[in-house]
């Protein structure tokens, strides 16, 4: 099983700042399947990410991801007060698909 | 629109079976694609449980296999979890999720998700 660990844990910053999120593979990825969810409160993921960099239908240009073998990194450039939640990152290279511990964003 | 909703019990009985069941809308689980399940225990991470293909496959995470049917119900396009042996550490949100339009394998990104529901394991 491929495990998968984010961080921060949680990341505290303002509104309009620059949050980098980062997610380590424990081993390679195949063909970069790495995906960025993120989670509000009381909700269900929502896809953000797909293919390391791929943007989902309908996600924001701030939203980028990049990153290959076992090092990603999801970028949100300039944060709105609605992108303050948890980002899960999920490797699915391979069964079984795994996810990350995820990182808090908050509102510093 | 593409819409997933579950539905089963909100408190099961330690050592018991749980049943959920995921009604889906705007889409036919007849298409290729992979229907699955992941759950949340509170204040926790994500855990694939099972996921079932158009016609019939499963797939299972190894850590649960042995306590986990997933099937499909095409007639009512519906499909459904059953996960035996209940204990408190099976305490969480599920979800039931649509994948394959990525990949197209059982190995996908979930694009689609149901609200969840809470199952609470206790006596």
């Known amino acids: 099983e491929i495990v998968l660990t984010q961080s921060p844990g949680t990341l505290s910053l303002s509104p309009g700042e620059r949050a980098t999120l980062s997610c380590r593979a424990s081993?390679?990825?195949?063909?970069?399947?790495l995906a960025w969810y993120q989670q509000k409160a009381g909700q269900a993921p929502r896809l953000l990410i797909y293919g390391a960099s791929s943007r989902a239908t309908g996600i924001p240009d701030r939203f980028s991801g990049r990153g290959s073998g076992t090092d990603f990194t999801l970028t949100i450039t300039r944060l709105e007060p609605e992108d303050f939640a948890v980002y899960y990152c999920q490797q699915y290279g391979t069964l079984p698909q795994t996810f990350g511990q995820g990182t808090k964003v908050e509102i510093k | 629109q593409v819409h997933l909703q579950e539905s089963g019990p909100g408190l099961v009985k330690p050592w018991e079976t749980l049943s959920l069941t995921c009604s889906v809308t705007?889409?036919?689980?007849?298409?290729?694609?992979?229907w699955g399940w992941i759950r949340q225990p509170p204040g926790k991470g994500l855990e694939w449980i099972a996921s079932v293909y158009h016609g019939g496959t499963t797939y299972y995470n190894p850590s649960l296999k042995s306590r986990v049917t997933v099937s499909a119900v095409t007639s009512k396009n519906q499909f459904s979890l059953k996960l035996s042996s209940l204990t408190a550490a099976d305490t969480a949100v599920y979800y039931c999720?649509?994948?394959?339009?990525?990949?197209?394998?059982?190995?996908?990104?979930?694009?689609?998700w149901g609200q969840g529901t809470m199952v609470t394991v206790s006596t």
């Open positions: 999720a649509r994948a394959g339009l990525v990949v197209a394998a059982p190995h996908d990104v979930f694009d689609m």
């Open positions: 705007g889409d036919s689980i007849r298409n290729e694609v992979y």
């Open positions: 081993q390679s990825l195949s063909n970069t399947y």
